[in-house]
């Protein structure tokens, strides 16, 4: 097992030098097991690296690939973004990579895109049995990036009538997951005539949005 985890922190570094020595960081859609449709939103992180690009100047590369739970390749890219609606499953040998990933360096922002929830948090336990989800405070500096947020996520999409509430994960004090549920954040990111958003309503998804992707590459840590 220490030797995987070597063998995954050098290819995390080895990634994240080659983003920094092209000038460009490349965002990754992950690839789930379970039947759940990790697929949704296919333009959603594309929409969201142009407007990072094109509001924050940050040099994200256009190119959005796909990458899986348990293969060697996620350690190439320093954010990945989950969603779906459905079952999501993590082999033992799945979770324990990303374990790893997210160890050392890596960073995942899950948006529940309605049904994941019951699915996802057992399977989080799998990957951190030792680590708990904590709502984060409305004062968290991922809500304070380029776009104030003083309530915390936006809501993007009603269902059940609940308030949209943002998650993480801690480790050694760096937050390494950010969970948003009852918010459909993602959703907020695709295309104007997928879902039918109005303007403002997609603005405050990309803006929320911007500001993760700024807090993680920012090195900001801690509550």
């Not at 990933?101 to 399977?123: A, K, V, W």
């Not at 801690?170 to 918010?183: I, K, P, T």
């Not at 695709?190 to 998804?205: F, I, L, W, Y």
Request: proline share 6%.
């Amino acid at each position: 097992m220490f030797k995987r985890l070597v063998i995954a922190l050098f290819l995390l570094v080895v990634g994240l030098s080659n983003a920094v020595a092209q000038g460009s960081y490349q965002l990754a859609v992950l690839k789930y097991g379970g039947g759940g449709d990790w697929y949704a939103n296919p333009t959603a992180l594309p929409n969201l690296v142009k407007f990072c690009n094109a509001q924050l100047g940050m040099g994200i590369s256009a190119d959005v690939p796909t990458v899986e739970v348990g293969g060697p390749e996620l350690f190439n890219f320093p954010f990945v973004h989950m969603t779906g609606h459905g079952n999501v499953v993590f082999s033992m040998q799945e979770a324990e990579n990303l374990r790893n990933y997210l160890i050392g360096g890596g960073f995942l922002h899950i948006s529940d895109n309605y049904g994941m929830d019951p699915y996802l948090r057992p399977m989080l336990t799998r990957v951190f049995p030792e680590l708990e989800l904590v709502e984060l405070p409305f004062a968290h500096p991922i809500y304070h990036q380029e776009f104030a947020f003083p309530q915390g996520l936006p809501k993007i999409h009603e269902h059940d009538d609940k308030p949209a509430r943002g998650y993480g994960l801690f480790w050694d004090g760096r937050l390494v997951l950010f969970y948003d549920s009852e918010c459909d954040l993602g959703d907020g990111w695709e295309d104007p005539d997928v879902h039918g958003d109005s303007e403002e309503t997609r603005m405050k998804a990309l803006r929320m949005g911007a500001n993760i992707v700024r807090y993680v590459f920012s090195g900001a840590e801690g509550l």
